[in-house]
């Protein structure tokens, strides 16, 4: 992948659906693995995923998803979460870029729970990226834009279709679209391959950090999780973390 644009080449699509936003007690009800292949999707692996816990009615009224029907349809929770880092291992063998919005979340949440069902995290496992965030793409390439940064913003900003939103899948192919998009907006992006790409998103993640912590301590607000600055895989222990965002 490289000269003639990473886009052109094979991505893959990835997000969950979770009992809640904690990336390191939450898990998922649902997840999506969409591959793409210059710019088509061939195919889609969308599965509902039992908790094993209740899902709370506040986040039931965002995706949809009753802990009844999870518990009635959904694969149990270690056969999705080996899944899914299957997946994931494959796809860092082959150079692959997992892409989506705000993946920090969804891929902690699939690192912690590989730690505490086998011992062993991502990356001990052998995953080393690369991943493509829209997220921290779009906060570096158009910052000064004002207005929240979710997919669905992202995709009115970059004029993308977001068939459901808090569908796992359509979310997962939005995501695909909103950086096809991006690209084309920003050509440079383009012009970097995906391992560039991942190294310069680890960089800007920390320096976007570094800047919304000053922000917070000028307005008087909490210090953040030192974590929040590991990208694209947050430690679960905050004590593991070696950069201390609140230096």
Do not use: K
């Not at 969308?46 to 709370?56: M, S, T």
């Amino acid at each position: 992948m490289a000269d003639e644009g990473w886009q052109q080449g094979e991505l893959l699509g990835f997000d969950l659906e979770t009992t809640g936003v904690d990336r390191f007690s939450d898990v998922p009800v649902s997840f999506a693995l969409v591959t793409m292949r210059a710019g088509v999707v061939v195919d889609r692996r969308l599965h509902l995923v039992d908790p094993g816990r209740d899902i709370p009615p506040t986040v039931t009224a965002i995706h949809g998803i009753t802990v009844e029907r999870a518990c009635r349809e959904g694969l149990a929770l270690e056969h999705a979460v080996e899944i899914v880092t299957d997946a994931l291992l494959s796809a860092s063998d082959g150079g692959v870029a997992v892409t989506g919005v705000n993946l920090a979340f969804d891929l902690t949440i699939i690192d912690v729970l590989n730690r505490r069902l086998w011992g062993s995290g991502l990356v001990d496992q052998g995953w080393s990226g690369p991943v493509i965030d829209a997220l921290i793409l779009d906060r570096q390439f158009d910052g000064p834009r004002r207005g929240r940064r979710t997919l669905s913003d992202l995709c009115l900003e970059y004029e993308v279709t977001l068939a459901a939103p808090h569908d796992a899948g359509a979310d997962a192919e939005a995501a695909l679209d909103v950086v096809g998009s991006m690209c084309r907006r920003f050509p440079e992006l383009a012009r970097l391959t995906v391992a560039e790409l991942h190294r310069a998103q680890e960089g800007w993640h920390h320096e976007w950090m570094d800047r919304y912590r000053d922000w917070r301590r000028a307005e008087g607000m909490a210090e953040l999780d030192p974590r929040d600055w590991s990208w694209p895989v947050a430690p679960e222990g905050a004590d593991d973390q070696a950069h201390l965002g609140a230096a």
